[in-house]
């Protein structure tokens, strides 16, 4: 049976830029946009043009680089009300741009005509299909996106479709349907979107909004009733409460359904989704369907533990299909099974036999109960496993450390700290100054550290969580703190926990940097006498 | 026309734990059910009594609190294999829970009875049966979650059929339709509710998970098949990609479709929602539908102007409505009538025009985009109010404090503060230590003003919470801290940011402190001057 092709429509470069706290150079579309058509993507709405200037800007630069399957496009709006659209600056940046396709956006809903227009409708039909025209007159393909369509249909059904028949009778090569208020419902776009397809012959396009969390419904409602086209954005970036999300669309089409989005690219999904949030700098949700870092964790023991026997037990589809990975947590239902799969995980061979086996999982669970958890804490779990079965040291540990705080009436806390650390035997001591107790704690380490492990110096904190454990059975509240650090590569996060913020700290940032030096143990020993002989340890 | 009743069943407690990153204490459950209670929740499912003493003490806790509308549900699973149920622990442990309602999952997958449970579709099935009617026997209301039923109902329908037959014969009250993997469509659904519908005659219910972000589709596509009982979390939460997303459906169903949920209750879905992410201390989704800060944000100029000019050209409902607001980037308006509400609410007399309205609008401002927060924070939020319209004057401010944190080896953390504070114009120093440093900061504090303020012995932190905030235009990573406090009658909260974690602390400390002693600020005065007399305070 051959798979029915939906061309897809991304927007994340110009509708998805409308949402809260996202803002993207011209570099960053570019390097965004070569990303997308590499994952096989149909359309690239690159911005608007006629807008402003930083748009205009990447369509020339854009116009000039060549896409394998994506044709650049470029966003406006029909002309102004008694205008001519040869005379229109916007409908004429547009052509200017270089782009290969051109969307243009219309009003199709009365009141909207009237509110926001303040127009007759006759003349919005005139708007939409002569701007239309226009553009077909120099030769580019013409999406024509049909604003507020669904509410515009469900208040006055044969204006809006009126001025769908416009944008055809101009030569539209799509008709982009538009929920732009998101807050259709699925059965309601796939009435609407059939009725549509019975009155007209030019090939439909849906493009959702997710204010009701039915974004991806609605689209793939739409495809089934027979539109071939989905406009969205990558991760759902855009206004309010976001556009429809392709990274769940494409696998929603292409994996369960019988239609073709991107073929075979789609192993490339998950992969674009992080980079296009990396360069968005955004985080990357991790519950994220498909491509998120959780879509195929398991923490629950059981399900570990059947998962390990048959993974469709608790696995919609193979996460590799999409570029995705499984992953498996620890957590105070963590049995056996999990550590062992964990271990695997990390290339450490060992079975359920092992000598060690059973006592780790005791520890760990010892652990949990004064209050550790490793689920977001993976860096110290290996740190663990490690020590446990294949005889890993702590390369280095506290000798004593002392700070002082200061505060004086509005002035800035003052922040010293004096560090005397074990490292490999040798006790270094150091002194240094910080925004924070931890961060003064982490420079004074640092400062002797960074001297015997020079890769130490990219290893940043990026982030630092503290949470208070309430154990009804402890006698003082606890104090958890979990930190995550990168070196611009790989990320990790470790956890420490102690009736002392500080002493919280302290241990996760202990096992960051011992995470950080793991392989690197050996080189350290012998830089450690090298500098031990050139005295630059102190006792 | 009357409204069907749909019963929500909120799993936040149990399935909702499973997601990564969440972790629940006994006290933060019982806070969360209390406050799922007050939204209006049919039934909340507390967790599982046989798996894990911390999930029983929770029921001996929870089922000793009267809930207005909630039935407390409990959740486990049948007996195992060739058992009798009457002697299973599981089944025991949860009707010794105390709980109204008790649900059960069992294998309704041919493939999972096999491969997981090893042993026959035969006994399959008696031990959902029997295990039913053990239940009923003792007099509560049983729910058979169907796991896998959609995956199952496609690999062999009838089999699938013939578990919920078992499940019917026990005595079932609900039987509620996994879709366990979360991997189904919605028309799928909708076929084989429709279908289940036709043989069954116990009432429906849908529990689906979020694997293709269609967890909110797939339960309306459910609801409109007949299912009459909706399983999901708050916000989401859960295992993998989460669990279907109550916050959304609930207005969906309520504001969309003809149905009931919560009734008038919905107002303070979005209250709700903002407090299990606070409790769980994950952040709050900006762009979540209905509830997240971003949900009726306008950033396009062009938006924004029709907006004002009638709010439904770009909002599918009015945000009130689920106690949301509008928010509009770069107007005062939303703002100034918050302010106004609130001081209403706190009985502050005051109007638009008073001289201090705009000023403590920009001041909130100035303060959120440092990073303050005052949703979670009520109790700074009303300092500043009665500040700013009643000329609340603070009642202690710092004159300076000194902090020393020392440790050794494997030796706890010792910890000592000096703080000298203006108490009404005397100032005071004190010295305490602590097993933290705002503990010692807090006991250093108390010494002096328990003796001028005896109420605040009764005073305590309850809770302590830290997050570092990323703000993107900043220079360094801002912390900030969240102080809970109650003095046994009243809870209150109160916020403070700084680069700093002590000073952050410091400043939620200090608001938790002139909070409590709000309309003792005169006996305070009082008592000053008397203990100055007597020598007590020290300059």
Redesign the interface.
């Known amino acids: 049976m051959t798979r029915k092709k939906v061309y897809i429509y991304d927007t994340t470069l110009r509708d998805g830029t ?4 996202i803002s993207l150079s011209s570099e960053d579309k570019l390097k965004i946009a070569k990303k997308l058509d590499r994952l096989g993507i149909s359309y690239i709405e690159g911005g608007w043009p006629g807008s402003n200037p930083k748009d205009m800007e990447f369509f020339l630069q854009a116009s000039a680089t060549t896409f394998t399957h994506a044709k650049l496009t470029a966003f406006g709006s029909t002309c102004r009300a008694y205008s001519d659209p040869s005379e229109d600056a916007n409908l004429n940046a547009l052509v200017a741009s270089g782009a290969q396709a051109i969307a243009i956006f219309g009003k199709t809903w009365d009141f ?1 005509v009237i ?2 227009l303040r127009t007759t409708l006759e003349e919005n039909l005139r708007m939409i299909e002569e701007s239309i025209a226009f553009l077909k007159s120099k030769h580019v393909e013409v999406i024509f996106d049909a604003e ?1 369509f669904f509410d515009g249909y469900k208040a006055n059904p044969d204006y809006a479709i009126e001025a769908l028949k416009a944008a055809e009778r101009g030569g539209a090569d799509w008709l982009a349907l538009c929920d ?4 259709s ?3 309601e776009i796939s009435e609407i979107v059939t009725k549509v397809k019975a009155e007209l012959h030019t090939p439909l396009g849906i493009h959702a909004h ?5 974004a ?2 609605n689209s ?2 739409a495809v ?1 009733a027979g539109a071939e086209q989905i406009q969205g954005t990558m991760n ?1 970036f855009g ?4 556009n429809a ?1 392709l990274c ?1 669309i494409i ?2 089409l292409q994996l ?2 019988n239609y073709d989005c991107i073929g075979e690219l789609i192993t490339r999904l998950t992969k674009t989704s992080r980079y296009v949030s990396e360069v968005a ?1 955004v985080v990357h ?6 491509v ?1 870092r ?7 023991g059981m ?1 570990v533990s ?1 998962i390990l ?2 993974a ?6 193979e996460p590799e299909t999409v570029g995705n990975q499984r992953r498996v ?1 620890m957590s ?2 963590a049995g056996l099974s999990n550590v062992l799969f964990k271990a695997k995980e990390l290339g450490i061979d060992v079975d359920k036999d092992h000598p060690q086996a059973k006592n780790i999982v005791q520890e760990i669970k010892d652990l949990e109960h004064q209050g550790y ?1 490793f ?2 804490a993976e860096g110290s779990f290996e740190l663990l496993l490690r020590k446990a079965f294949t005889g890993l040291q702590d390369v280095i540990s ?12 509005d002035q ?2 003052t ?1 010293d700290a004096i560090v005397k650390l074990n490292v490999n035997g040798n006790v270094c001591i150091s002194a240094a100054e910080g ?4 961060n003064a704690l982490d420079n004074a380490m640092r400062k002797t550290l960074e001297d015997i492990y020079p890769d130490l110096k990219n290893v940043h904190l990026t ?10 059975d402890g006698t ?2 606890k ?1 958890r703190v979990l930190i995550e650090s990168s070196n611009g590569e790989n990320t990790w996060s470790t956890v420490g926990v ?6 919280a700290s ?1 241990y996760a940032l202990a096992d960051s940097i011992r995470y950080a030096l793991l392989g690197k143990e050996n080189d350290a020993l012998q830089t450690a006498s090298q500098n031990e002989r050139k005295g630059i340890l102190n006792h």
Chains 1, 2 share one sequence.
């Open positions: 409308q949402g809260e706290g909207q509110e926001a507020h732009t208020n998101g807050g419902l699925p059965h997710n204010d009701g969390e039915l991806v419904a793939l409602a089934y759902g206004e309010r409460c976001g999300n769940s696998p929603n369960k359904s700098n949700h991790p519950n994220q369907p498909f998120g959780s879509a195929f964790t398991h923490k629950g399900h059947a026997k048959n469709k037990t608790y696995e919609h589809i947590l105070e239902l958890q689920e977001a506290l000798d004593s450390f002392k700070i002082l705080l200061e505060k004086r009436g800035r806390v922040c925004n924070g107790p931890v982030d630092y969580k503290v949470r208070v454990i309430d154990e009804k003082a509240a104090i102690s009736e002392n913020i500080i002493e302290w």
